[in-house]
């Protein structure tokens, strides 16, 4: 059973243009989230992360939207450049419940096109 | 600084043999996890240590995988006798503390059981 669930296995954007990552999840134990980017052949990449206490965080390019009610979060790159390809995961842990271990979604693979 | 890096990168080994897998976490980092990417699905918890104590297992698939972390700075993950179904990639991340601190991830080792 996925607990976390990233429905689109890939996304293509233009350049220049805002990509939206869209992730959810099903146990209300998770009080933590990240996201990590991902090229071929390399470890995950840490971007950004959120915690339940807050509904946005932004680095730069880079804002994470997260909705407790709705238990769904989403990564905004506004613009999204061509050096932004690549698999995009999503991951939360339950931090506050003593579990540290990082569950993550399959992925979405982002493409953005010059 | 250096980042978490892992050894062997590949490894191709026959069923019934043993693959000792090692990682270097990020310098000062107590914290260490490891993770498991089978072809196609998502990346998934194997194990947490704290310093060299194991706080968590509960990812571990079974007794034929042995995970060390002596002297609390590198660890090593034996899998001994290896089946075909334990092929994939291997991660290993660390974090300077357990509770919402974001995990940095090695560049994996990709094991192949024929």
């Known amino acids: 059973d996925q607990q976390v669930k990233q429905n689109s296995p890939s996304l293509s954007v233009q350049e220049g243009r805002i990509s939206i990552l869209n992730c959810d999840y099903t146990n209300s134990m998770f009080d933590y989230f990240l996201w990590y980017k991902k090229y071929p052949a390399e470890g995950p990449t840490f971007l950004i992360s959120?915690?339940?206490?807050?509904d946005k965080n932004e680095d730069g390019r880079f804002t994470v939207f997260l909705n407790k009610s709705a238990k769904h979060l989403s990564l905004h790159i506004v613009p999204s450049q061509p050096g932004d390809s690549a698999v995009y995961f999503c991951a939360a842990s339950a931090a506050g419940a003593g579990s540290y271990q990082l569950t993550f979604g399959k992925g979405t693979k982002l493409s953005v096109i010059p | 600084e250096a980042g978490v890096t892992q050894f062997p990168s590949h490894s191709v080994i026959e069923k019934g043999q043993t693959v000792t897998l090692r990682c270097d976490p990020i310098?000062?980092?107590?914290?260490l996890y490891w993770y498991r990417r089978v072809m196609g699905k998502e990346i998934k918890f194997l194990l947490h240590f704290v310093k060299e104590s194991k706080q968590d297992e509960s990812g571990m698939p079974n007794n034929r995988f042995l995970a060390e972390r002596t002297g609390g700075t590198y660890s090593t993950l034996k899998v001994q006798p290896a089946e075909l179904e334990d092929s994939g990639v291997y991660f290993c991340?660390?974090?300077?503390?357990?509770?919402?601190?974001?995990?940095?991830f090695g560049p994996g080792t990709r094991l192949t059981v024929l």
């Open positions: 310098s000062g980092h107590d914290n």
């Open positions: 991340a660390s974090s300077l503390t357990s509770s919402y601190n974001e995990q940095f």
């Open positions: 959120i915690s339940s206490i807050k």
